[in-house]
């Protein structure tokens, strides 16, 4: 069962700037950034093949997110720039598959708050 570990979330500013990280108990995983919003289904944000060289992203995100494998391979970051409010949710780091589908996952991190105040 790999097993993954959140970190970076935090509030800021319309605007601003944060990264997400995501470390796996395993190397060169498949793995996607969801996030959900109070009272709304949990949605797809990126996602990055095992060997870090195909990104995926919701439209509501292209060009402001990107996603990329950091050194070392177990850990997946998720840079978040010109932030906007309705960027505010809980975000979830996803592992074993490479899909819009959350239920395509076979495992999940504990959350991270990202606030993005106006």
């Known amino acids: 069962q790999v097993q993954l570990v959140e970190s970076g979330g935090g509030l800021v500013k319309a605007g601003g700037s944060l990264r997400l990280s995501c470390a796996a108990s395993?190397?060169?995983?498949?793995m996607g950034w969801f996030r959900q919003a109070p009272g709304k289904e949990r949605e797809f944000v990126a996602a990055?093949?095992?060997?870090?060289?195909?990104?995926y992203y919701s439209e509501s995100v292209k060009g402001r997110f990107t996603i990329f494998r950091a050194y070392p391979r177990t850990t997946v970051s998720l840079q978040m720039d010109s932030l906007k409010p309705e960027d505010t949710a809980v975000y979830y780091c996803?592992?074993?598959?490479?899909?819009?589908?959350?239920?395509?996952?076979?495992?999940w991190g504990q959350g991270t708050q990202v606030t993005v105040s106006s």
């Open positions: 996803a592992g074993g598959a490479v899909s819009t589908s959350p239920g395509d996952y076979s495992a």
């Open positions: 395993v190397s060169n995983s498949a």
């Open positions: 990055i093949t095992w060997n870090g060289a195909t990104t």
